[in-house]
């Protein structure tokens, strides 16, 4: 490929559709008339995190590392969720992002459980602290460390939970860790 005279070899720069939907998403709270910009690593392979979100004002920034999942839709005869997420355990002991987003897309279904032509996604925000807690705590019933984690939800409804690897914790919900209530946060962070 050639553009303006240059050869850039057979190099397309992309991101990733979370990525680049929580980007868009942050962008309209966190405005550019505001001096608020949201920066990409220009290297796909960046092993620390993934958006840069900064304050021009304060000249402050967050690191932002985006973690997808798969979305299972399920049969409530057989879970007591709609959808269930599924992630992989990983370890942040040598990272430093400041925020960890969790994004999970799905199918919405009608009454009759079939699902429409639209998707929907739930984004769980957590910082260093939170997520260190939660995969410090994502075990087995028998205490080991399990290799998955799970997050459950419904069609209808706010509310998700931790649903495998916080079986044994007695509070499993994390409605509180949803984007839309996590920007002050976010936002405190960077003032």
């Known amino acids: 490929m050639r553009v303006n005279g240059a050869d850039l070899g057979d190099a397309i720069f992309t991101i990733p559709f979370p990525e680049y939907d929580i980007a868009d998403r ?6 550019k008339k505001h001096n608020f910009s949201i920066a ?7 092993k620390y995190y993934d958006l840069l979100l900064f304050n021009g004002d304060t000249r402050k920034s967050v690191t932002i590392q985006v973690k997808s999942s798969r979305t299972y ?12 997420s599924l992630l992989g355990h ?13 994004y999970m897309i799905y199918p919405e279904l009608d009454d009759d459980f079939h699902p429409r032509a639209t998707w929907e996604r739930k984004i ?22 399990e290799r998955f984690f799970s997050f459950g939800f419904n069609r209808t409804g706010d509310e998700i939970y931790g649903v495998r690897g916080f079986k044994h914790r007695d509070n499993r919900e ?18």
């Open 73 to 84: 839709v399920k049969h409530l005869e057989k879970s007591e969720y709609n959808y269930d």
């Open 40 to 46: 990409i690593p220009f290297s796909c392979q960046q």
């Open 124 to 145: 769980l925000v957590f910082n260093k602290p939170e997520m260190e807690e939660l995969l410090g705590n994502v075990q087995t019933k028998s205490g080991k460390q």
């Open 26 to 31: 942050l962008q309209k709270e966190f405005l």
């Open 174 to 191: 994390y409605t509180a860790n949803l984007l839309d209530k996590k920007i002050a946060e976010v936002r405190s962070a960077l003032t």
């Open 90 to 102: 990983f370890d942040i002991t040598d990272n430093y992002s400041d925020f960890y987003f969790v």
